[in-house]
């Protein structure tokens, strides 16, 4: 199948795919990679009379509570399972897990339908903003320690410490330690060595414009280009970068 040449993934689903693991069986060794793009950030919420800690771990504690972890089959449902994983959170006791998208989730949770949602998203997110809006410190966006990161890391080099600084949502005064793990540009092996360098010179050197377009592109470098991409370089953007000193 050749239905699409680029493609815009999580980097967890690049590794997964370039190695025939996670949940895809068979290996997509004609993928190579353009560029790291903007951080996904995770947001772990959680109803704030439900934490002890203000961590991650807090969701060991809900006893079934219904919690959202996205739609089926998304990058937010796999990624999330993912950490509960690593994180030993038996999400199958812990929690009784709801399937919905992100503005839906941020509706369940002011309505008290659930007590939590996982929604992974460059920040500022909409939906993240809504809830914090109306139910202010009554939720409680979830950090994550050093150690913690270190498990997430177990099998692939992705999640990184993020700040989550005082004012990016509406009545946050304190930094949040959230993580995020980048989503990547890919590429089919077989595209064109100048079609591919031409595409990574535009990316980096029209950045201002997607910077005037979504504050979470504002993250993003040529310096940290490479940093959480599991899947080779297409040899086009290996020039581009060759010739830009990075």
Not at 48 to 60: E, N, P
Request: glycine share 8%; charged share 15%; with cysteine.
């Amino acid at each position: 199948m050749n239905q699409a040449q680029f493609a815009l993934i999580l980097g967890i689903f690049g590794a997964w795919a370039y190695g025939g693991s996670g949940p895809i069986v068979n290996p997509q060794e004609n993928l190579r990679s353009v560029s790291a793009m903007w951080p996904n950030v995770e947001h772990f919420v959680l109803k704030s009379d439900l934490t002890t800690t203000g961590t991650i771990q807090d969701l060991k504690n809900l006893n079934g509570g219904p919690y959202s972890i996205g739609m089926r089959n998304s990058g937010a449902e796999f990624t999330g399972f993912y950490i509960f994983d690593a994180l030993d959170i038996n999400w199958s006791e812990e929690l009784s897990v709801a399937y919905m998208g992100y503005g839906p989730s941020a509706n369940a949770l002011q309505d008290g339908n659930i007590v939590g949602m996982n929604v992974p998203a460059g920040p500022p997110v909409t939906a993240i903003t809504r809830a914090y809006a109306l139910l202010g410190d009554e939720m409680t966006i979830l950090n994550f320690t050093e150690e913690e990161i270190k498990s997430l890391n177990y099998e692939f080099p992705l999640w990184e410490s993020y700040e989550l600084e005082p004012g990016t949502y509406p009545t946050q005064e304190e930094t949040i330690n959230t993580v995020a793990s980048p989503n990547i540009l890919i590429v089919r092996e077989d595209v064109p060595e100048k079609i591919v360098y031409d595409m990574t010179k535009m990316l980096w050197e029209n950045l201002a414009t997607l910077q005037e377009i979504h504050s979470a592109t504002d993250s993003m470098s040529i310096d940290s280009a490479l940093a959480g991409v599991t899947v080779p370089l297409h040899p086009g953007a290996y020039r581009y970068y060759c010739r830009a000193g990075s």
